[in-house]
């Protein structure tokens, strides 16, 4: 699995992978509770999205809107970054 250019081994087996998943989504869903953590939420639903279908899509929406989000944004920076009448205009 590779996150923020990091690569992070998962268990071979989808047995124990779909089992780690569940239980880092169940202890997201507990993080109120002290050590528990509701970013086990997010890591769990990845891990999860190796072997589901249906989780997998959703990873990939995140990650176009998230690509899409960012890329307008470094936009928006460029066009700041030259200032006003950059572009020939007056004030």
Excluded: C, H, Y
Aim: no cysteine; aromatic share 10%.
């Amino acid at each position: 699995m590779r996150l923020f250019g990091r690569q992070f081994p998962l268990p071979a087996s989808r047995p124990w992978r779909i089992a780690l998943g569940a239980s880092l989504v169940g202890g997201g869903v507990l993080g109120f509770l002290p050590i528990l953590g509701f970013w086990m939420l997010p890591l769990g639903l990845f891990v999860l999205s190796v072997d589901s279908p249906w989780v997998r899509r959703g990873r990939r929406r995140s990650e176009i809107r998230f690509a899409r989000w960012r890329n307008a944004r470094k936009a928006r920076r460029a066009d700041a970054a030259k200032g006003p009448g950059a572009d020939g205009e007056t004030g």
